[in-house]
């Protein structure tokens, strides 16, 4: 997946308009414009297209996690310039407070299965034996789960698909 999709997928999961995404770059101290995000939305084929970058993602996460989580005190977290899948599911459990059986249950509303110890698996340090790395396939399903269970239209009369997998769960 490119970053310019999961940009997009996560905009769509939750809705946010422009001036949502440019609060989220400011909550990360970094200033953009609407027309740049408005290029990075662009579908690839576009002339006025631009890329995101590994950086402007992170910083774009950072931002997410500021707005869901609450900025902590002293200094903030540098952007990475060079993200990974395991980097970008661990940022986005963090801002969504999510746990293992949360971050279960998105994948299985996307119809993926995944065991306790795969998943925690990509939350390991890169040098630990037991370490995966997360493949695309995984982060497209969180990220069709988030989608799910967080975007308003998704919701039936009855609750959300979410509620049915995991009454328990928080709202």
């Known amino acids: 997946m490119t970053?310019?999709?999961i940009f997009r997928r996560i905009r769509f999961a939750f809705d946010f308009d422009d001036e949502k995404m440019m609060a989220l770059f400011a909550l990360a101290?970094?200033?953009?414009?609407?027309a740049r995000i408005s290029d990075w939305l662009k579908k690839d084929e576009d002339p006025a297209f631009q890329s995101l970058s590994d950086c402007e993602l992170a910083i774009f996460l950072n931002g997410l996690i500021h707005d869901r989580r609450g900025k902590k005190e002293g200094a903030q977290?540098?952007?990475?310039?060079?993200l990974n899948n395991n980097i970008i599911i661990r940022k986005l459990k963090i801002?969504?407070?999510l746990k293992e059986d949360d971050m279960?249950?998105?994948?299985?509303?996307?119809?993926?299965?995944l065991g306790r110890h795969e998943l925690s698996a990509f939350?390991?340090?890169?040098?630990?034996?037991?370490?995966?790395?997360?493949?695309?396939?995984?982060?497209?399903?969180?990220?069709?789960?988030?989608?799910m269970k967080y975007r308003a239209s998704t919701a039936e009369a009855g609750g959300s698909a979410w509620d049915k997998l995991m009454p328990e769960a928080r709202s």
């Open 29 to 34: 101290d970094h200033a953009v414009t609407r």
């Open 95 to 97: 801002a969504l407070d």
């Open 77 to 82: 977290a540098v952007p990475e310039q060079r």
């Open 104 to 113: 279960l249950a998105l994948l299985a509303l996307a119809g993926m299965r």
């Open 123 to 147: 939350f390991r340090r890169p040098d630990h034996r037991h370490y995966r790395e997360c493949k695309d396939q995984v982060l497209r399903n969180l990220l069709t789960g988030m989608q």
């Open 3 to 5: 970053n310019n999709d």
